[in-house]
């Protein structure tokens, strides 16, 4: 059977792929997929964000967010809370910041949703990532791409 290179399915990304890459990568591929489920989000300059790694617009409102690219056995703890919160407050008039967030592969540690909880920064994790995953339909040639150009 001779099956072309177009007639093939596309691989999606995956969380396993997504545990494989560097922190600053994970900052691209997260506003790439944020993009392609809503609205639109941009990495910001590396020195000076202050914690705040990308930026997503949507509709109504403008986020925050930390990405925190971890081992699913390397919990994310309330610093990446700390930091966020911060952040959003130093760069709320830079960037017009509604709310923070925070963004793994992995998961939280119970004083991290705690202070989550108090400083009233939302909390996205593996369940949420694997379902903006199948959501964006990011393929791995698109993946290629995204990770040439970082």
């Known amino acids: 059977i001779n099956v072309s290179e177009s007639s093939r399915a596309p691989r999606y990304v995956d969380l396993n792929d997504l545990e494989l890459v560097s922190g600053y990568e994970f900052e ?3 506003a790439e997929i944020l993009r392609r489920i ?8 590396a020195s000076g ?10 509709e109504n409102s403008t986020v ?3 990405a925190k690219a971890y081992d699913k056995s390397n919990s994310v703890g309330n610093s990446a809370i700390q930091e966020i919160h911060t952040g959003v407050t130093v760069r709320e008039s830079e ?19 705690e202070a989550a909880e108090r400083s009233n920064v ?8 694997e379902h903006w995953l199948a ?5 791995s040639e698109t993946l290629g791409e995204l ?4």
Request: charged share 30%; hydrophobic share 40%; net charge negative.
């Open 122 to 129: 939302r909390l996205y994790g593996r369940s949420d990532l």
């Open 95 to 113: 960037y017009s910041i509604d709310s923070a967030a925070v963004v793994t592969t992995s998961r939280y540690t119970d004083a991290a949703k």
């Open 64 to 66: 925050g967010i930390q």
């Open 38 to 45: 809503d609205g639109d989000a941009t990495v910001t300059e």
């Open 135 to 139: 959501e964006a339909e990011l393929d």
């Open 28 to 30: 691209y591929i997260l």
């Open 49 to 58: 964000d202050q914690g705040v790694d990308v930026i997503w617009v949507r």
């Open 147 to 150: 990770l040439d150009d970082v």
